[in-house]
């Protein structure tokens, strides 16, 4: 069963780094459910983790562009229970947003916690005396310890998965581990094509932490679509002027087995007072094949890292990333893709574009190793700027041992150039709405990238209209 934290606040005039991070961590272990799973091992090796770091500060080389002080201010505390979902949110908002996930299959969380009443589980997959499923299990954690056929079979496998988490030394995925009070579910049996989107709403709402953990497992030859949003309602930002933030802190673990397919759609869309620090971390087998569109266009700092391990020869990759920023918007994209075997491929196109004082950053690490010989490897950061005020760090990054590759990376820095809005407008069509169509065009390369038909259509209007 849960604990309640009975930890006071730190002040936000006298905090420091180390202080912060222990309530940080305070905050998480005493509210998780030690006996869940069994995974109270995996918990102490993660306080056990956080014990040893620093939080963040802009003197360490992988965060100096992605300033964190703002959070020192604020001294969040666990997200608490929430009994009414329909009372925490504006139904029509949330409602609205879900209609943009109608074509497939649903889970959704409030504040890291299921929602029944707004999720749609599959989880009747038989389960074999091997420990095998049939067909697929969509369904939270804390609904799956409850199945008779769980506890010897599947429990044992999930609990390995977790354990294995790539990356997991990282600060913020280990506070998620020593924190996450449920998680949701996803595992695909071999040979398993699902052709519905499978859709992971996390909303939010309050002034607390929350700690999303999501694991996926498509095991040999089995297909998936999987979409994951983060949404809160724009009006939560001007709750409190003396506490107005929250923290979400996410973790997705995706493995695929030889010759599976995992198509990853990502929307982050929260509110503008919210710090978001994700990790999604990926484990390729041979011949497999993993896709992911990640789309920010919400909260006041957002990071996501993604990092891709190919774990087996003929692996192939695509990772599409597009930020549309404003005001004072922070985000800042993260990725590492390690290649260790022969004959595989990858691209990277992220695209960015910053107006106002909005800052955007990319570090994208690719890592070639000798034994990647005869791989394929691209990458591109290209990134738009509608103000003089508005600021872009780049840093692509090619790290190649092996000497029979083919590779490539680079980074464009640029405005809307008024020789082309001068063009437009010499066809009779008006000054914004030339800089609306340019706009269109530069991102849309990457919107198109996204099967969701709903969701696609929503993300091109609102990028039609993001010129004022």
Not at 230 to 238: I, R, T
Not at 260 to 270: C, G, P, T
Not at 310 to 316: A, E, I, L, R, V
Not at 448 to 467: C, N, Y
Request: with cysteine; proline share 3%.
């Amino acid at each position: 069963m849960s604990k309640t934290a009975k930890t006071s606040n730190p002040s936000a005039s006298s905090i420091n780094r180390e202080t912060y991070l222990k309530h940080l961590l305070t905050q998480a272990s005493a509210a998780a459910d030690e006996s869940f799973l069994g995974l109270k091992p995996l918990r102490e090796r993660a306080i056990a983790l956080v014990g040893e770091q620093a939080f963040p500060a802009r003197r360490d080389e992988e965060w100096r562009f992605t300033d964190l002080s703002d959070m020192l201010a604020q001294p969040f505390q666990r997200a608490r229970a929430v009994k009414d979902a329909n009372a925490e949110l504006t139904s029509t908002e949330l409602s609205d947003h879900l209609a943009l996930f109608s074509e497939g299959q649903c889970l959704t969380t409030l504040n890291g916690q299921f929602v029944p009443e707004l999720s749609a589980p599959i989880n009747a997959a038989p389960i074999n005396n091997d420990g095998t499923a049939e067909g697929i299990i969509v369904a939270p954690l804390s609904q799956l310890v409850k199945r008779a056929d769980f506890s010897d079979r599947i429990k044992p496998l999930l609990t390995a998965k977790l354990a294995q988490t790539k990356g997991n030394g990282e600060v913020f995925t280990a506070l998620n581990t020593a924190g996450f009070s449920d998680a949701l579910v996803i595992w695909i049996t071999a040979d398993q094509i699902f052709d519905k989107p499978i859709c992971l709403v996390r909303a939010a709402s309050g002034k607390e932490v929350s700690h999303l953990r999501t694991l996926v497992v498509a095991e040999h030859h089995a297909s998936l679509t999987l979409v994951e949003s983060f949404w809160s309602p724009p009006s939560q930002a001007a709750a409190d002027s003396d506490n107005p933030g929250r923290f979400n802190n996410s973790v997705t673990e995706i493995w695929l087995g030889e010759g599976a397919q995992v198509n990853h759609i990502r929307l982050q869309d929260e509110s503008a007072e919210t710090f978001h620090i994700s990790k999604t971390a990926v484990d390729q087998s041979a011949n497999s094949r993993y896709q992911c569109t990640a789309i920010e266009l919400g909260a006041k700092l957002s990071r996501h890292n993604l990092e891709v391990y190919q774990s087996g020869p003929q692996t192939d990759t695509h990772m599409y990333g597009m930020s549309a920023l404003r005001d004072k918007q922070l985000s800042d994209t993260h990725s590492c893709l390690t290649l260790t075997y022969p004959h595989s491929t990858a691209t990277q196109i992220q695209k960015n574009i910053v107006d106002d004082r909005a800052h955007s950053v990319f570090n994208g690490k690719v890592y070639v190793s000798q034994e990647a010989q005869l791989t394929d490897a691209s990458q591109l950061n290209r990134n738009l700027m509608l103000s003089s005020k508005a600021r872009v760090d780049t840093k692509p990054e090619l790290d190649i041992v092996a000497d029979n590759v083919k590779c490539a990376h680079g980074a464009t820095v640029s405005q809307l150039q008024a020789d082309e809005v001068f063009y437009l407008q010499s066809r009779g069509i008006a000054a914004e709405q030339a800089q609306r169509l340019l706009l269109y065009g530069f991102a849309m390369e990457i919107v198109e990238k996204i099967s969701v038909s709903a969701l696609k259509q929503s993300l091109s209007d609102r990028l039609t209209q993001w010129a004022r």
